[in-house]
């Protein structure tokens, strides 16, 4: 059976000029560093309902600064649209900006990051054998503001993105 290796932070933060102390978990609060969900639970219309897959997240820090990396799968078509609560959350948007940017992500070439408005957000397009569709997706502080630019948010993704890829 082929086991996911996993995440080498300390590796992609590197490569996209992330500094500071890096680590899994959250950088000052006790909370669980990994979740997963695979159906909707009892709620018909929840997204993984609607469209069957799983998604596993998990949170590491740089410095002071927490950073939740999130992979999802589906059987169809836009995965990424699972996440877009966590989207518009982490980039302080609603549905005028999830709507592009979730056109933007789905029509990039595999293992291309797209930055959310405010630059604190990216998704990566992840390469499938089979049918279905993946996503990877990284946030970085709340509501649009992280103490990471731009270029690393795209960089730290694009690196994870790599490696999940394997």
Known sequence: MYKTP??????A??????????GPGYATADLPALSGASDGGSDPDAPLARNPGGVVGCVFHIGGEDLEVHTVATRRPQALSVLFPVVSKAAGVGPEGLVPFGARAAAAKAGTAVLAPGGNVAAVRLELDGDGDASL?????EA???????????????ALAVQVQG
Do not use: K, M, N, W
């Open 137 to 141: 997706l990284l946030t970085a502080g």
């Open 6 to 11: 996993p995440y080498d932070f300390a590796a």
């Open 144 to 158: 649009g503001p992280s103490g990471l630019s731009r270029g690393q948010v795209e960089g730290i993704a694009q």
């Open 13 to 22: 933060a590197r490569a996209a000029g992330g500094a500071g102390d890096t």
